[in-house]
């Protein structure tokens, strides 16, 4: 279900804006400090109730306003959606699907499933674990519906062990209470995430074979790592590590520790890629997610690419976006050069052109 109206109030330099997209394909084009990195942050508030580019309110709403309002309708062929998020400077704030208030940004993701790509997530490959860890849990959640309630209750048992942990002096009854609990969800977690990455790896390789990243020889290759060492049952694990767990402060094994290893022959993808590379390998793992997760719900995810043309060729730009076409998922991307964003899509795929400039939105009409 694509996006069929966007409006933005007050956000950064959005005073007022709205655009009605194009069910596949829209460009955004303006200057440096237009705007147009402010729609898709506003497109993603819809989708998550949260920046991709801040995590404090102040800068996110305009100088001198209270708050902000993205408001956006989400239609098929049969019915439309009316959504809408609101945030203030006091840190309030409300969701709303059809008029009805929601308490989880969970319901949000449900109706409109994003993908984000930015400069940002080169973060993938060269930052710690949580960026990766996030990536495979955004996949869990979207196919797995019993996997949200799992990870919220591992949390929570994570979260009163490490406060446990961190007086030093403990009751070690009260700590099993919560050992318990952390390793009734973590095999659980670690099923559903090794299930899910058995079904993306194999897309992700396919993609990198069509990017052609030029690796000279060398494969790709990933691997999933659950946290803990595999050979060992977690509750026994819990139970064995108590004493380093105490003079440490936090609990060091487990599901929140995961993460998804990216090698290139022998090498960190991250160390052996160029910028240019990297991006690639970025886009084909975001693109084999969104392809996964239409296999197994049969939807679709809107995509939000920011600086399309950045660190790639025309060539690759066009294999880029031809794979987002196949992928038949609403998109917009986003540059400061018209040029770079023409005549790299199919020719019979929908565009609609948008010009942003001092805030204010308006559609072009294609030449």
Known sequence: MPLSRVRVK????????????????NIVVGENG?????????IHFLG??????????????????????VFGEVSDEKVTHKVGVRRSVDGSGELRIDGVTQRAASALAELLPIQLITPDSFS???????????????????????????????????????HLLRHGKIDHSQVLVWDTELARNADTI??????YFSGLAPLVRRLVEVFDLGLKGAELSLSYSRGWDSKVDFSELLAQT??????????????????????IG?????????????????????????????????????FLVD?????????HRKVLCQELVLLESQVFVTGIEYESLVGVWPANVEIKVFHVKHGNISESILP
Not at 275 to 297: E, H, I
């Open 10 to 25: 007050q956000l950064r330099n959005l005073m007022d804006a709205q655009l009605t997209p194009s069910p596949r394909i």
């Open 307 to 315: 600086d399309l043309a950045a660190e790639l060729d025309r060539e």
């Open 266 to 302: 022998r090498e960190n993808a991250a160390e052996r890629l160029s910028r240019g590379q990297q991006k690639l390998l970025v886009c084909a793992l975001k693109l084999a997610q969104a392809r996964l997760f239409t296999q197994k719900r049969g939807q679709y995810t809107v």
């Open 190 to 195: 670690d099923e559903m995430r090794q299930q």
């Open 48 to 69: 998550s109730s949260r920046s991709f580019r801040s995590n404090k309110l102040k800068p996110i709403i305009q100088k001198g306003c209270e708050e902000f309002i």
């Open 124 to 162: 993938l490959l060269t930052g710690g674990a949580k960026p990766r860890r996030q990536f495979i849990d955004w996949g869990v959640f979207h196919v797995e519906r019993s996997f949200l309630g799992c990870w919220r209750q591992y949390q929570t048992a994570l979260k009163q062990r490490n």
């Open 242 to 263: 108590i004493d380093r767990d105490v003079r440490a402060g936090f609990t060091q094994a487990g599901p929140h520790r995961a993460d998804l290893n990216v090698r």
């Open 34 to 42: 237009s705007g147009k990195t402010s729609l898709l942050e506003a």
